[in-house]
């Protein structure tokens, strides 16, 4: 097995952060640490539930799952419930964890985890930059005391999907993400950020066919179709729980997908970066100054690489240009399929 990889996640759940939840429990060679919750796609204690939720459905309870930011820094929160449904889970209904959340807030388990793991603590965010932000502002050396940071955010050379230039969680709190990544300037090169923004996560295309995959994976019965032409009202019959609720989520992001003209299809932005945090190998890396627009009404949120060094400012990330899609969702298959079989 590969050496353990110590995470903090922080997430926006959402359907794409729950089947990267799933992905890390699915993987040996992730050990979550805690779990912070920030407001994005959906209110953060909606966001706080549904991780509670999926830990216990998952057979992962004791996870320790904070509450985070309830707004971002400066803007007001947005929030996307046509796009993730009005729990942010799509078409699912978990059963209720029973479960407490932390005494701990999301800051004080970023700030507590670094100081207790200098140096072996890998922070992956996939929500705004929020909760991440208010802890540095604590912490100022928390830049220096992770060992590495993956962040599903931005767009580099590529269009938004919030507004023409773009991306949503950057958008949900551009001044977070610009506090954030300024933080980033001072770690050496090894341990540079990596961002996997829209540029490569929009190539991580889920169909159907991926879902009957998991679904065969897990052993579940019957086989587990998504089709287009279902009406609204079909959910999964899946023997296996953890099937059954994951498929009703994608269901609503493959809706969602197709009502923009995007096709019968769910971008898992959240799944590939989360694989990235266990191994940067699965993309291929360019170093660039990032910097992020927190003033224009037009560009507002717009993430800006200097890919050559016209800013005279040494690299603050490594921005995922490349990936092979195919073998990203073979080893989600492999993973998940498996470990749902175990946990039914």
Known sequence: MSDVHKLIVDVDTGIDDSLALLYLLASAEAEILGIASTAGNVPVEQVAANNLNWLALCGAPDIEVALGAREPLVIPLRTTE???????IGHAVLPDSGCELSVRSAT???????????????????????????????EPDLPSLLKRLVVMGGSFNYPGNTTPTAEWNVSVDPHAAKEVFDAFSVVP?????????????????????????????????????????DGPDVRSSASNSVIRHMSDAIRFYMEFHREYDQGFLAHMHDPFAAAVALDPTLATLKPATVDVETESPLLIGTTVADWVGHWKRKPNADIAVSTDPAEFFDRLVHRVGNYARAVG
């Open 189 to 229: 090169a090894h341990r540079r950020p990596i961002i996997c923004g829209l540029n490569v996560t929009e190539s991580i295309e889920m169909f159907p066919e991926h879902v009957r995959r998991l679904a065969e994976a897990a052993g579940s019965t019957p086989e587990e179709i998504i089709s287009p032409d």
């Open 82 to 88: 046509e796009t993730h449904g009005p729990q942010g």
């Open 108 to 138: 004080d388990l970023w700030v507590d985890l670094v100081r207790e793991y200098p140096g072996q603590l890998t922070g992956l965010v996939t929500g705004p930059l929020t909760n991440l932000a208010l802890a540095i502002r604590r």
